[in-house]
């Protein structure tokens, strides 16, 4: 898949596309469907399959919590390539960028720049300073300027709306389970690896500090079960999704150790291997199944390992080990 970073950019060249337009923050179920549904265009017309996104997320730029913790991705985690896209477009959601018209951008970007022959969007996207031009909107746009509009409806499960911002609000309160289930796979968080206070292992239960970019959304504190794919790590001796190993994470500040800590704080315990800590090393990433229970402090040393030993006992029983 072509990575294009920006809509300037000379690699980028008008040939005939299908686009598919949005700001494919998650990439959810009802993300998907947009992708489906463009794929099969892309088929029909013979075409360039193009997926068309932002940076930074708009969300960071209009959500009241736009400093921190409100990504639920970025583009190069999202698994494009397997949907059937070829090329990937970032614009830059730059000041200058947000003031454009809806016909400006239908004009001079989608028709010209990107030569676009479909554009495939939610039936809740909008283009435009403000938000001026709505789906309806758009497909006048499109009729004008040479290309056609495919509105996807929105994705709703067990009658709800599936939504990046539903989303955010169940990671934020740690339903991760609740999360997954719109997201249809388990959430993802990708970093470094970082020097912690050491405390794990003097516990007897060793730990992966994680580095996670700052506008990333960390689910809410909690310790949880998943699994980590890392360089190195040996095949797991479960089955687990994409094959990672089974881990218990902690999220948050230590409140037996420092409860005024970094609340964004992610340690990962990986059960039955030792791994080193190379500080700096990209390329971790870990995948949230399910919270095993809330964050508590402890009076001792003692208690607190006797915990940590009872959520690795729920977790070899989740994963049958």
């Not at 991705?73 to 454009?100: C, S």
């Not at 004009?107 to 996207?125: N, Q, T």
Request: charged share 20%; no cysteine; proline share 6%.
């Amino acid at each position: 898949m072509q990575v294009i970073k920006g809509l300037d950019n000379p690699a980028l060249k008008p040939v005939r596309r299908i686009v598919a337009d949005g700001g494919f923050d998650g990439m959810h179920l009802g993300h998907r469907a947009i992708f489906e549904a463009a794929y099969q265009k892309a088929r029909e017309y013979k075409a360039v399959l193009t997926a068309l996104t932002f940076e930074p997320a708009p969300v960071e730029v209009f959500s009241p919590h736009n400093s921190y913790n409100v990504r639920l991705t970025v583009a190069q985690e999202r698994g494009l390539e397997q949907l059937g896209v070829d090329t990937l477009v970032i614009a830059d959601f730059n000041e200058a960028f947000q003031q454009i018209s809806a016909e400006q951008y239908a004009r001079d970007y989608i028709a010209k720049r990107l030569g676009s022959v479909a554009v495939v969007i939610s039936e809740s996207h909008s283009w435009g300073h403000h938000g001026q031009a709505d789906a309806n909107r758009i497909r006048q746009l499109g009729d004008k300027y040479g290309f056609d509009v495919q509105v996807v409806p929105l994705v709703t499960l067990d009658g709800e709306v599936v939504s990046s911002s539903t989303i955010r609000s169940f990671l934020w309160e740690g339903k991760v389970q609740a999360a997954n289930r719109l997201l249809g796979r388990p959430y993802p968080l990708y970093g470094t690896v970082r020097q912690g206070a050491g405390r794990g292992t003097k516990l007897g239960f060793p730990t992966i500090n994680l580095q996670v970019p700052q506008a990333k959304l960390v689910p809410g504190p909690g310790v949880y079960a998943g699994v980590v794919e890392a360089e190195g790590l040996p095949t797991p001796p479960v089955t687990t999704y994409r094959s990672g190993w089974p881990a218990a994470i902690s999220v948050g500040a230590s409140p037996t150790f420092d409860p005024q800590g970094d609340n964004r704080q992610v340690e990962v315990h990986l059960l039955d291997i030792q791994v080193d800590n190379n500080y700096g090393a990209d390329g971790i990433m870990v995948y949230f199944l399910h919270r095993l229970r809330d964050q508590q402090a402890f009076d001792t040393e003692g208690q607190l390992r006797s915990q940590i030993q009872a959520d690795i006992d729920r977790l070899r029983e989740a994963f049958n080990l």
